[in-house]
């Protein structure tokens, strides 16, 4: 992008149009808030708190213990956990050493996260010392380079008492057995030294975390981001975000030195999680609230409700789901949720509807922004005052991106204001491309007045104030939750079942989730199935958020003259009922 501004005179007052300072590694964040705040807590959970200079240590600790074992420069050591105290520390422990962290969702059945391991060659993976988790990660690292598992039990991060009768009680989670040659994290943390390898990175070029995303075609792919796309991401974030701290006070960058605290609702193996909360709160030595299973309580979600009238996060990222679930909550009125200062929202689109309640009950603002894993994610924002966002566009690109509207059957040409195209993204925060997958990268970006761009497959529009807004999705992608769902991979597993002849997924609306999963199934002649039997076969094979929730039966399942199915067809046959 050049240095003149995005055209638009709603910019946000004070907020630079670029960006400077951010080459560095992703664990300066930690260094640096560890020396400035040694003695501040970060990490919360349960209760239990752990400072910055405690959490450096440990990653120090871990560091250490992976070279000790032979992991260096751009190794993948995978990370399959929940959102516990240990994710930083062995987040930036992995970086420390030089290695690349291969983020995977620890809710992942054994076939979904084997296939991760295998596609990524990852040498090791940490995982929960848990009844469900841990034998699910002894499936998954049969025939994959995987040579060390190291289970990380939450006792020791919890208050003593806490941790003493929760060990009488059984109700601390912990793997019925553990296999030989597999480790334990408080173990190998009290053999290691604090003293990490020396390692050299260059911020623009190393992969710090590979990030799994889909496409509408084959299976899940690795998405390698730099030191540089998420420290970019970080410092663009924390210079547009402007907030009042106190009253008779104007609006000013994000305080730093444990002034704020996040709410960590959202997973940290996912891009918005991993930075607008764990990153975002490491470097302005923030508090972090770990939250492993928001949706835990009765009902659901009222242990989050729990959390944030006890520990008054100021900030809460989160996708609109899960607006919906505060605003709905029976009990809401019976805690004070009036810390909140703001929200950031993505994922998906917010109601207005949404928007409007959760503020009215909170007295945050949420503004809603925009972005993919394949960006870090962050690419555009709506101001933080609610004089100057829009509600119901992504605002405006990051300081320092640029966003252009190009054709979407002549990705040459960029389209005037107001005219739909495809959202294509030049920034810092676009990833150095896919793993092994050069076909992809082919398909993904394009040169544009010499510059790269990420293709989306988003399409959407430039307003005249310099709003931008989505209006359709060109790929088939199903968004629950905020979560990306990818028919294709959906697809493949169901034709792994003996009956199932022909198969279409498609996404359909869900007042809860934005959009629920739809499979469309022909069964192979001569046989009989239910969707009983479907739906068991799902939850035996695929994460929750991917299951199918509607199953139909169809005698014949339209095609194109080349055999392709015609998921738009059943889409719109779908929104018509």
């Given at each position: 992008m050049t240095k003149s501004a995005w055209k638009t005179p709603f910019w946000p007052e004070g907020v630079a149009h670029e960006c400077n300072d951010y080459k560095f590694p992703v664990f300066k964040f930690l260094d640096d808030a560890a020396k400035d705040y040694p003695n501040l807590p970060f990490t919360i959970f349960n209760g239990a708190s752990k400072t910055f200079a405690q959490v450096k240590d440990t990653a120090d600790r871990i560091a250490a213990f992976l070279a000790g074992k032979g992991i260096g420069k751009g190794d993948k050591v995978a990370i399959f956990l929940p959102n516990l105290p240990q994710f930083p520390e062995i987040l930036?422990?992995?970086?420390k050493a030089g290695a690349v962290a291969v983020n995977c969702n620890p809710v992942y059945t054994a076939p979904e996260l084997n296939h991760q391991l295998k596609d990524?060659?990852?040498?090791?993976?940490?995982?929960?010392?848990h009844p469900v988790f841990y034998p699910n990660t002894v499936k998954a690292v049969e025939g994959?380079?995987?040579?060390?598992?190291?289970?990380?039990?939450?006792?020791?991060?919890l208050p003593r008492f806490k941790a003493f009768l929760g060990g009488i009680l059984g109700k601390i989670p912990k793997a019925d057995k553990v296999e030989p040659g597999h480790l334990m994290f408080d173990e190998i943390i009290a053999q290691s030294k604090p003293t990490p390898p020396s390692v050299t990175i260059n911020p623009e070029e190393d992969t710090a975390v590979m990030l799994y995303t889909g496409g509408t075609t084959g299976l899940p792919k690795g998405a390698e981001l730099t030191h540089t796309n998420f420290t970019y991401d970080v410092m663009a974030i924390t210079e547009f975000a402007r907030f009042v701290h106190g009253e008779g006070k104007k609006p000013e960058c994000l305080y730093g030195g444990g002034f704020h605290s996040f709410l960590g609702v959202l997973p940290w193996y996912h891009s918005f999680g991993i930075t607008v909360a764990l990153l975002v709160s490491t470097k302005l030595a923030a508090k972090l609230i770990c939250i492993p299973d928001p949706r835990a309580g009765n009902p659901?979600?009222?242990?989050v409700l729990k959390a944030v009238q006890n520990y008054k996060p100021t900030f809460m990222p989160a996708v609109p789901t899960i607006f919906v679930a505060f605003t709905n909550h029976a009990l809401i009125d019976q805690y004070d949720l009036s810390s909140l200062m703001g929200c950031f929202s993505g994922g998906a689109p917010l109601p207005p509807e949404v928007c409007k309640q959760f503020e009215d009950k909170t007295g945050a603002i949420i503004f809603e922004g925009y972005g993919l894993t394949e960006t870090a994610p962050v690419v555009s924002t709506n101001p933080t005052f609610k004089k100057t966002r829009k509600i119901g566009s992504i605002g405006f690109p990051l300081p320092g991106t640029d966003i252009k509207i190009l054709g979407l059957e002549d990705p040459s040409k960029e389209m005037p204001r107001g005219d739909d195209g495809e959202i294509?993204?030049?920034g810092p925060q676009v990833m150095k491309g896919y793993w092994k997958r050069p076909d992809a990268n082919e398909e993904s970006f394009v040169i544009f007045d010499g510059k790269r761009y990420f293709l989306t497959g988003d399409i959407g529009h430039i307003d005249r104030d310099g709003y931008i807004t989505i209006t359709d999705r060109k790929k088939d992608m199903i968004i629950v939750g905020g979560f990306n769902v990818y028919p294709r991979d959906v697809e493949d597993i169901l034709y792994t079942h003996p009956k199932v002849e022909l198969v279409a997924v498609v996404g359909i609306p869900d007042e809860k989730a934005g959009e629920k999963v739809k499979a469309f199934i022909k069964i192979k002649q001569g046989e009989t199935a239910t969707q009983e039997e479907m739906?068991?076969?799902?939850?035996?094979?695929?994460?929750?958020?991917?299951?199918?929730r509607v199953i139909e039966f169809r005698e014949e399942i339209p095609v194109s003259n080349v055999g392709k199915v015609l998921r738009r067809l059943l889409r719109d046959e779908t929104s018509g009922d």
């Open positions: 930036f422990g992995i970086l990524s060659q990852s040498k090791m993976v940490f995982c929960m010392d994959t380079d995987v040579d060390t598992v190291i289970l990380c039990s939450i006792k020791s991060y659901p979600f009222t242990e294509s993204i030049c739906i068991s076969f799902c939850k035996e094979n695929m994460v929750g958020y991917k299951r199918p």
